[in-house]
């Protein structure tokens, strides 16, 4: 994984960067210590209109129906002049509890949008279970499936075609896993026990960095 302030790669099981020092504690700081509630698609900023809430939850619920081991967040927002955006990603999917989420996929298995149209800069962040199967690459290509359209204020529409390629890369890892699933067996991490979940999503888990990783930003 990469560090969220400093982007040098660390160990995963790292309470803070060897780099940088910088924890979730740091984050915390930042952005705030208690839990965080919000639905799967929070709308902070109001750049959708209701049709296009609702085709985005449409698909995102189809998304998770594929997927069932995971699911996948979008969060719109100003953070301000002080906001960093990979910072506040990591701190999201660290302190979100998503009420519209099962409660058996854990935020370690989520991938998250940041989209912050007054500084006009978008993130994605997926969490430590799902380092196995992504690279910076496949996060950097499908937030820029997305680019055009944002620049035309066209978020919607923009959100569904990063959506849209990430569901086609996950598909098409999904065969490569089948192909050779030695190779992405000695990558993967053991799974979050269930007991060990609830305590994290009821703010119960010591303050730790690994929990996700913060991938790439795009200036749009």
């Not at 400093?6 to 504690?25: D, K």
């Not at 069932?68 to 990979?86: I, W």
Request: with cysteine; net charge neutral.
């Amino acid at each position: 994984m990469k560090c969220p302030r400093c982007v040098q790669r660390i160990h995963r099981a790292a309470a803070a960067c060897p780099h940088c020092g910088f924890s979730l504690a740091d984050a915390d700081r930042m952005f705030g210590d208690g839990e965080v509630k919000l639905r799967s698609l929070t709308d902070a900023a109001g750049i959708f209109r209701r049709q296009d809430r609702d085709k985005l939850e449409d698909f995102m619920e189809r998304f998770g129906e594929a997927f069932p081991q995971m699911f996948v967040a979008v969060y719109t927002g100003s953070l301000g002049e002080t906001g960093n955006l990979r910072q506040f990603g990591f701190w999201l999917l660290n302190r979100g509890v998503f009420e519209d989420v099962p409660v058996e996929k854990p935020n370690e298995a989520g991938v998250l949008i940041v989209i912050d149209p007054d500084t006009k800069t978008a993130g994605m962040t997926f969490g430590y279970l799902l380092d196995a199967f992504f690279e910076e690459k496949d996060t950097f290509d499908c937030l820029t499936r997305a680019h055009s359209h944002w620049l035309e204020g066209r978020y919607a529409d923009g959100l569904l075609r990063s959506l849209k390629h990430l569901d086609k890369l996950l598909r098409k890892r999904c065969r490569q896993v089948r192909k050779d699933p030695e190779k992405y067996e000695r990558r993967v991490v053991n799974p979050v026990a269930v007991e060990d979940l609830v305590k994290k999503i009821r703010g119960e888990m010591p303050n730790q960095l690994p929990c996700e990783e913060p991938e790439t930003e795009v200036k749009k």
